[in-house]
């Protein structure tokens, strides 16, 4: 494939996440910093629209409210896995009339890293959040005290809720050991949780007073992971990123067994510091995107060629935290939060 790189934004120290969003009548996206720093939208071109705010920062998740186009939710100070989350949330920001956002406290979460949304069989909206620990910090790299995810039903109307007026978090599962990746299935029918101790798949209720259904797929200490069917045989592979902010690029295939995973291919690179992760078609093609933050700071591709996977570099050295793709005017671009070099990138991709 060919790549066309656009730099939107230079100044952006630390710029982190990325959500897709609607406002203001148009489809777009917003970056934003694990440090100090704003969320900032652009148009799907790469125009630079408002800041939806100057601050504080500390943002690991941001995403639209599903069933909104003028809403976004998002974590909140959340500094550093190390030491700085204690105050950390998640938030709402809508979109006034006059263009503002107006930011207020969804519930109060210390250590909340990733959240997304899912909807069981019934119709109804579930918040699942991971806390990567909980409020441990007596020094660098401190995991004593395992993280947890956590559950709430989710209303429509998500202003009702403030700094005093808080959404009621259930914990549906602790020891959650380096508690970090997180996956969102496209139907929103399950989520996937990366642990020390493998990858867990959270399935809602399917009815009021039913059970969330919780299953281990892989075992084995995963950072983060995606679900693609890069081989075409119609069975999504489960990509991984392993150990805790690992080096190690491996594919697993679904088993003999109902629910169950095999690894096929282990990248015989090892990359420090994998990080970003996404999974999809790619002009037309299925492949998942990875970055790592140490070594050669690459944008990577992985993709099935020839009867075997295969990596391809589409850019050196930016060091990205966090890719995602979308369509525009018949095109696949990507959106890469290039965190080690403050840089926010946009490729047109091409294929040959």
Known sequence: MRYEKKVL?????????????????????????EKAGPIRRFTLDGTQRENVCDGPGGVMTVMQTPWRTDQLMSTYKFFSPNFGADDAKIVTYTRKEDGSWERRVLCDLPYVHRFGVVEG??????????????????????????????????PKDLEQFDADHQLELTQLTNCQLQNHGFYTA???????VGTAAGVFRYVPPAKDGDDWKVDCLV???????????????????????????????????????EDTYEKVWEDPEKRPFLHAIWAGDLAGEPS?????????????????????????????????ANVWVFEDAGESRIISANRETDEVALYNVHAE
């Open 9 to 33: 934004a230079t100044d952006m120290p630390k710029c982190y996440a990325i959500g897709m969003v609607e406002a203001a009548g148009e489809k777009s996206f917003v970056v934003a910093t």
């Open 121 to 154: 069989a019934d119709g109804q909206m579930w918040l699942i959040a991971c806390t990567i620990k909980s409020a441990c910090r007596e020094f660098k790299n401190d995991w004593k005290t395992p993280g947890a995810v956590y559950v709430a039903k989710l």
């Open 186 to 192: 496209p139907d929103r029918s399950f989520a996937l």
């Open 219 to 257: 075992v084995q200490p995963t950072s983060d992971m995606t679900m693609v069917d890069l081989d075409g045989d119609g069975k999504d592979e489960i990509v991984t990123i392993s150990t805790f902010h690992g080096d190690t690029l491996s594919v697993w295939h679904a088993g003999a067994e």
């Open 288 to 320: 998942a995107l990875l970055g790592n933050r140490k070594g050669g700071r690459d944008l990577l591709r992985l993709h099935y060629q020839d009867g075997d996977y295969a990596v391809e570099i589409i850019d050196h050295d930016r060091g990205p």
